[in-house]
Nanobody
Framework: QVQLVESGGGLVQAGGSLRLSCAAS????????MGWYRQAPGKQRELVAA???????MYADSVKGRFTISRDNAKNLVNLQMNSLKPEDTAVYYC??????????????WGAGTQVTVSS
């Protein structure tokens, strides 16, 4: 199984940038697709970006062109570069396994997440 620890969140002004990092433990990391998810107040948790074990990427329409997901299988890391941030990006961000090409959201094995707050 995979254990996940997210970091890098914070408070930024609209138009700013943040880089989130997810450290994963577990021998199966490199064979899984990974994703970044977020949950805003009053909304369900949603997939915002995913990366296959081979490095292919996909993004939700709301973040496409602004966010970039990457992974380093040797270091068991998955990152999310967030540029041109908007107030509507405010949420708790989580990493987890993903089904590449699907909007599936895992039901368990979540880390604590990292808070991203964007002020106007």
């Amino acid at each position: 199984q995979v254990q996940l620890v997210e970091s890098g969140g914070g408070l930024v002004q609209a138009g700013g940038s943040l880089r989130l990092s997810c450290a994963a433990s577990g021998s199966t990391f490199s064979i899984n697709a990974m994703g970044w998810y977020r949950q805003a107040p009053g909304k369900q948790r949603e997939l915002v970006a995913a990366i296959s074990r081979g490095g292919s990427t996909m993004y939700a329409d709301s973040v496409k062109g602004r966010f970039t997901i990457s992974r380093d299988n040797a270091k068991n890391l998955v990152n999310l570069q967030m540029n041109s941030l908007k107030p509507e990006d405010t949420a708790v961000y989580y990493c987890n396994t993903a089904q590449y090409g699907s909007r599936w959201v895992p039901k368990g094995h979540w880390g604590a997440g990292t808070q991203v707050t964007v002020s106007s």
